[in-house]
């Protein structure tokens, strides 16, 4: 018998760990209203604290989970941490193709290849990244001129803001090659490192 969204999704989180925690502590830091997830496979954990969310996927899985959309708005509506009505939308295809949809307050960004650059046109000035460095999206995101590194999470979900010039430097001062993260889509080995980044897109 398939299984229902719930049970897969209690089932992702049990096996991943749940980022609800990280969700909150951006969207209240900087009061995010709408966001996008590309990548996000079943991951529908911000929708609880931000009340709207555009997940974006091109794993069957993830298509044949959003499916039971119906059942997932009741489970969010029911289970929230806002007022505002929650609006949740996905969209099955590739993100680095054109996607139909308006700006944003937030981009999240986790496992899931290079998604800051790929949909960074979709991000409103101002508005922030999420990212870890796990396939070196936050990497591209440091040394990109359109973004700035604004603070760090910790991994007890803690926004720190002190000392960001620390981050992202290799032992002995060798320099990051950009090439290697591209083509081996992961991030490097630095000698201060943060369990996730945020990145504010410059005005
Ligand atoms: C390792 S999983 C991470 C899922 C989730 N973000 C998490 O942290 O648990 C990577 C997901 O990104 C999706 N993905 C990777 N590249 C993609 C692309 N170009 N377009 C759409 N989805 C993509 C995959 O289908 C997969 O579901």
């Not at 760990?17 to 079943?42: M, N, T």
């Not at 193709?97 to 307050?105: A, R, T």
Request: hydrophobic letters at 35%.
């Amino acid at each position: 018998m398939e299984k229902g969204f719930l049970e897969e999704y209690q089932e992702y989180i049990r096996k991943t760990g749940d980022r609800k925690a990280l969700y909150k502590a951006v969207a209240k830091e900087y009061g995010v209203q709408k966001a996008i997830y590309p990548g996000s496979f079943i991951d529908i954990s911000p929708s609880l604290v931000i009340p709207e969310v555009t997940y974006i996927d091109n794993f069957k899985g993830a298509i044949r989970f959003f499916k039971q959309m119906d059942g997932i708005q009741d489970y969010i509506e029911q289970h929230k941490e806002y007022p505002e009505a929650c609006k949740i939308s996905f969209i099955g295809q590739d993100y680095t193709e054109p996607l139909e949809i308006g700006q944003v307050d937030l981009i999240i960004s986790q496992y899931a290849g290079f998604v800051g650059q790929e949909t960074k046109q979709y991000l409103k000035p101002g508005g922030i990244l999420l990212c870890n460095d796990s396939h070196g999206d936050a990497t591209l995101a440091r040394f990109d001129d359109d973004f700035e590194l604004i603070g760090i999470v910790s991994d007890n979900d803690n926004i720190e803001r002190d000392n960001l010039e620390e981050y992202f430097k290799l032992p002995k001062e060798k320099p990051v090659d950009f090439a290697l993260v591209k083509e081996k889509m992961k991030g490097l080995k630095y000698s201060v490192a943060a369990e996730n980044y945020l990145f504010r897109k410059k005005p």
